[in-house]
């Protein structure tokens, strides 16, 4: 079991497919401010907001939102998705590896005349199973699969609050439903440093009642 110190450590030398990350960033971004066009658009369409062209502060901000977030996401997604494929492999290689041994056993109980060396078939398929189950657990593909998951979440969310100019939660509360050892999770920490940074650059309140309904619309089509 990794320690949350050892975990944010590792997370931070990760190395990662930077044309991958730039391609998720991209795209992210492409499809968010769409759907903030698209909320203008209805608005706009529908007569309930008097403004005639996207407010260029409500742009600027969305923009500054997305190049503080979007990137820690496009990692976290990307690590994420990576560990998750070499768990669910591990897996898949455990549950085939265990009917090989079954059938190796049985082979052997139910054909006499096989050779008796058969039974290196089952050796073989345990000590590879025990292997897989050791490394994966060294490696930390669960652990590192969950926290870069529910890091890349944090981030996705912090673009919705950020861009309303809500406050986020930097941990746990008690009335929350979790496991107590996760209680001082690295992924907390690592996102609260990020949060503040952008808290440092603007903690100005939506109170333009056009731009809060643009916001509230597009929250509404991108993320609910």
């Not at 062209?53 to 990307?78: Q, S, T, W, Y």
């Not at 089952?122 to 060294?138: H, R, T, V, W």
């Not at 593909?141 to 926290?147: A, G, N, P």
């Amino acid at each position: 079991m990794m320690h949350s110190d050892d975990m944010r450590e590792k997370y931070a030398v990760e190395s990662v497919a930077g044309k991958k990350v730039q391609k998720t960033v991209e795209g992210t971004q492409g499809y968010l401010r769409e759907y903030l066009q698209k909320s203008f658009d209805e608005l706009h369409k529908d007569n309930k907001i008097t403004i005639q062209a996207m407010p260029n502060a409500l742009a600027e901000r969305f923009n500054a939102v997305c190049n503080i977030f979007l990137p820690h996401f496009g990692k976290a997604d990307f690590l994420a998705l990576k560990y998750q494929t070499y768990y669910r492999r591990g897996s898949k290689l455990i549950y085939l590896l265990s009917a090989l041994s079954v059938i190796a056993v049985s082979a052997q109980a139910l054909f006499r005349s096989l050779p008796h060396h058969v039974i290196l078939i089952e050796i073989l398929a345990i000590s590879s199973i025990i292997f897989i189950i050791k490394y994966g657990n060294s490696i930390g593909w669960h652990r590192r699969w969950l926290d870069y998951r529910l890091l890349a979440e944090r981030f996705r969310f912090a673009v919705f609050m950020a861009l309303v100019g809500e406050k986020v939660s930097m941990k746990f509360s008690d009335s929350d439903m979790y496991n107590a050892r996760e209680k001082g999770n690295w992924v907390f920490s690592y996102f609260s440093d990020i949060w503040i940074r952008w808290e440092k650059m603007s903690n100005v309140m939506i109170d333009d009642r056009d731009v809060f309904l643009i916001i509230k619309r597009f929250i509404s089509l991108a993320w609910l």
